[in-house]
């Protein structure tokens, strides 16, 4: 049973710092890989999606990559922004089947 | 692209009762999905449709729970007898192709079962 875990729980940065953000899963046999931003009392928004052939995808000042071997992602955001503040998970993809999400990260970007 | 749309958005009901949640994909998913969320965890899956097909369930989905997707546009998801633990966010999703691309969610429902 694939089980993804998520390190730190909460970080609290200062405006402008570069961070990183991690994601481990159990099982290495995965189709893809997707970060999600989630607001509080909404939906996920999917930032990037890495397929597993994939090493990293970016978009913008967000940087995700992936290591299927080890089972491990990383969501690296430069010169974050207050806006960035929200909670950020992961999710797993497995062939023909649901994703499984992480218990997510939850940042704070302070001015 | 409206995007993925649920109603209600908030559903309070009392123990005992029924409830039914709609979900309207984004037109060309035919891809959907329900998750449920609870405060501080990541979303957890209960049953995903390819098209009307119901492809998979959740062992944690007890037989008060049934969702349908008539002739493959939107979805219901009604719980029956509601008990206080059903209490959560519950969250649409869709996507297009074979459940490889990116998932888009709906706001979600947020029910509170007094």
């Known amino acids: 049973k694939q089980e993804v875990t998520q390190i730190p729980a909460a970080l609290s940065v200062p405006e402008g710092e570069n961070l990183v953000l991690n994601c481990s899963f159990t099982?290495?046999?995965?189709?893809?890989l997707q970060w999600f931003r989630q607001d509080p009392g909404k939906g996920l928004t999917s930032l990037l999606l890495i397929q597993s052939s994939q090493r990293e995808q970016t978009s913008g000042r967000l940087n995700a990559s992936l290591d299927k071997s080890s089972g491990r992602s990383t969501l690296y955001i430069a010169a974050s922004q207050p806006g960035d503040s929200a909670t950020y998970l992961c999710?797993?993809?497995?062939?023909?089947?649901?994703?499984?999400f992480g218990p997510g990260t939850r940042l704070s970007v302070l001015p | 692209d409206t995007g993925v749309s649920q109603n209600p958005r908030h559903k309070i009901t009392k123990r005992g009762q029924n409830v039914t949640f709609r979900c309207d994909p984004i037109?060309?998913?035919?891809?959907l999905y329900w998750y449920r969320q609870t405060l501080g965890q990541g979303p957890e899956f209960l049953t995903y449709f390819q098209n009307e097909a119901q492809l998979e369930k959740s062992r944690l989905l007890s037989d008060r729970f049934s969702a349908e997707r008539p002739k493959g546009s939107f979805s219901t998801l009604e719980i029956q007898r509601t008990e206080q633990g059903d209490s959560a966010m519950y969250l649409c999703a869709s996507s297009s192709g074979q459940g490889y691309e990116k998932l888009f969610f709906g706001s979600g429902t947020q029910l509170s079962v007094l």
């Open positions: 099982d290495s046999a995965i189709y893809n």
């Open positions: 999710a797993v993809g497995h062939y023909g089947q649901n994703f499984v």
């Open positions: 037109s060309e998913h035919n891809r």
